[in-house]
């Protein structure tokens, strides 16, 4: 097979994550990785900086595409729906869902690549928070409504990759309604005990 | 002055965040944070890993403080407003608002700082998690009532930090109403776009 360099990316994202499976991912190295996608240790770096990074190439894609989700969302929609509608979108970006599996296992075994994941959803939470201000949402209530929509799109995300047969839009109305759920049980200001300090 | 060891923990604490304010988090040495402190170095390892933890001692405390408190909420409470009546207890175990502050800006200046705040949030959002579960919630619930009350949580905070008349209870009284609005602009299952993938 020649050293085709078509969809180089995401042949060098599958045979980094199959070798991570397969022998773990401290003992996988670039090499290895690009023997195993047919192509060179020179593409891969074109592509990533490391080895790590190529489970994270799918967060900058989603990045950037929720961004642009949130600006086609009518100006007069509140923060939170326009987060859900963006959200509602985000399946047009991702891995496919044996992928996403594979990686989410590939980061649960791994200390520091949870903490990496914990750094790219921060910063997920930083765009998508500027984003609505952006669209004039005052930044207090762009913090809280991302806040809440990440924690939404997190249970909607592992709603979907467990079962095979569920939308995503399925997944995220849901996860929206358990939101309603948990909220509704009882955090009316005056349901906090009243002592002060 | 005699090398008194009474509260070397918080004067150790003092001692570093005064001097990563004044000369930077990067310049400060152990050394020089033990005798800002008027102690030994042999102090501070007692009770601190490294220099940056003299900036995380609290959240260890208010991980055990929060896990007690959430034990001696009736257990009929539902999962949200059990952190939330938890969270009311938190100044308890916080360090001053002035420290606080002091401390926040610290880390704000400092990327690496940031990330190990993160990886400390983490962590709190898994106790606290594994708390509810404890308590016979399950576990998807207690996940999505522990994210949303971290956002109560971070905003709360913010403002109890921002203004020095602001009192906790109140300022988490005014952050639980903000997230009933944000949740009242439409999250309903139907307000999410229908297409499905």
Known sequence: MARWEGNARGRLEQAALHLFNEQGYDRT???????????????????????????????EDLEKHLVAAIDAVPADTGALPTLLA???????VFRSRAFLRERSAVIAA???LQERELIKLASLSDVLTAALVQRGCDRQT???????????LRLTTERWMADERAGFTQALSTSAADLLAVTADGVLPGSVPAQET
């Open 110 to 112: 791994n200390p520091p």
């Open 86 to 92: 963006a959200f509602a979108t985000a399946p047009e």
């Open 29 to 59: 190295t670039v090499a290895q990785i690009a023997q195993h996608a047919n192509l060179t240790e020179r593409s891969f770096y074109r592509w990533f900086a490391d080895k790590r990074e190529a489970l994270f190439g799918g967060s």
């Open 142 to 152: 762009a913090r809280l409504a991302t806040d809440i929509g990440m924690a939404v």
